[in-house]
């Protein structure tokens, strides 16, 4: 169910309902009243497609109506030649955004810079990232049952077999102690999972959209269980586990290693300034941190597609040494329409490190990442570089140096209610460390290679080639040379799994977004 966030500043309005025409001006001599227009869906989805373009290309005010009030917001906007966003070849407001998408070219790859921005047209991502709360009835929502699943290759090219990649604490799937490297058997009954690409569509759609859904797992100690989940709304814990460990380094010295997983970057506070349970969980692990004093970090963000800059900066402060207090952390690059009206539009130029950072005297802190690693998870380590040793093991990320400003489309009808159309997350800036480095499109690479398996459990360090990688350097100040698996290894008498790339369609959010900035751009108006 949409929530509303924000103020009427980011709010467009389409007022259908008060104007004699959909998209005509109103008029302030009074005469007399027009009739009501029915709010039909083929006038919310013609009203989608002109706010969007119009907070696109033209200004964030007024629903594009008055440009004065503001300026164009996406990006790249210059690359995108004049369009009518009602042409009847534009079936939907999504079709409109895909041509848009595709004039902004990047050199270096030949191919356009966006495949990022997108509409969400039932607010299920904004309530994830803004409140921390995944909502059971939201449609197309992949984290209503809460886990997400990975395909291996079988001893049968003709067959896949399904793993848990994750399993959040609150969710269905975690409350009823589904846990990471567990092996779905049957979904439904069905137990015969073909490796064809459209069966393979067909399986994840079952399993990432249903309301209730009956599997069978095998554990990873063999025993078997069949569990029914069903769909609920709750509030997500974006820590999938976190331990610490004592490491020996080559002087026989005792080294306290802190490890955490996080899948999403919620916002820490939600709509109405209160701390959310993303901020709970976060306080709690790195106080266990300090608590047992810590030297090493290793932050596991493998899965992470992003979410809140506010996360990010939360994360950055609390792992940050004491010299980077007070000094930048990264800086905004806006269009240059933008750049040349910044004070005008109250928008942040930069974001400083707190007065005083967490103070965990970290010695190295390890990123595990890999092509999920977007956005938000990539600026959390690209600010700190150039304050401490960081260190990335794994795969390159997935490359996306840009984030968006949340406007919230609303259009009003006839009793001059507001009626949601989506909240629409185009680029509307880049960031860069206190360095001047950014710009990484084609993803941020690693220090040392390491396998994925999706059989292994959180932690285990004799199997997991990224925890392996992190544990040799820490005792050695060395990486292991370790050989990347076809799919299937013998080491240490297991059969590890890696799980096949691209093979299903991204449904997780890769991104950042600054709510931040949502909210100053509300406040202009």
Known sequence: MYKKLFSAGTTTILAGALCSGAFMSCHKDKAASPPPVDITDALK????????????????????????????????????????????????????????????INPATNAAYDHYSFLDEDGTITNQLMNGVSEQNAAANPSKLGFDIGFAAGADASKVRLFVKYADKNSPAGKAGVLRGWEITSVNGNTNFSSASSAINSLYNTISTASTITLGFKKQDQTAVTLTLNAATYNINPVLFDTVYTVKN????????????????????????????????????????????????????????????????????????????????????????????????????????????????????????????????????????????????????????????????????????????????????????????????????????AVDYVNIAWGNTTSDQNLQQAMNYISTGSYLNLRSSAGISAAAGNDLREAIPNITPTRGFNGMVDFRLSKKVAGLQ
């Open 250 to 449: 080559t002087a026989n010295i005792d080294i306290k290693v802190g490890y955490f997983v996080m899948y999403t970057f919620s916002s820490v506070t939600n709509n109405s300034g209160n701390a959310t349970a993303t901020k709970t969980a976060l306080d709690q692990t790195i106080a266990k941190f300090k608590a047992q004093g810590i030297k090493q970090l290793i932050v596991d963000f493998r899965y992470n597609g992003g979410g809140a800059t506010s996360t990010a900066e939360y994360l950055d402060n609390a792992f940050a040494p004491s010299a980077a207090a007070g000094k930048v952390m990264y800086t905004y690059k806006y269009n240059d329409k933008i750049m040349q009206n910044l004070a005008a539009t109250k928008l942040d130029a930069q974001v400083n490190y707190a007065a005083a950072t967490g103070g965990m005297g970290l010695d190295n802190v390890f990123f595990i990442v890999s092509g999920e690693t977007a956005s938000a998870s990539e600026l959390t380590l690209n600010n700190l570089k150039p304050y401490m040793n960081v260190r990335l093991i794994g795969k390159k990320t997935y490359g996306k140096p840009v984030g968006f400003i949340d406007f919230n489309i609303t259009m009003y009808d006839n009793d001059h209610k507001p009626v949601y159309l989506a909240d629409l997350y185009a680029i509307n800036f880049e960031t860069m460390n206190a360095n001047g480095n950014g710009g990484y499109y084609t993803g941020i690479p690693v220090d040392a290679e």
């Open 45 to 104: 989805k013609d009203s989608l497609k002109y706010l969007m373009y119009q907070i696109m290309q033209v200004t964030y005010g007024d629903g594009g109506r008055t440009a004065s009030k503001g300026l164009p917001t996406y990006y790249w906007y210059s690359s995108v030649p004049q369009l009518d966003p009602l042409a009847s070849k534009y079936t939907d407001a999504n079709a409109l955004l895909t041509e848009m998408k595709g004039y902004a």
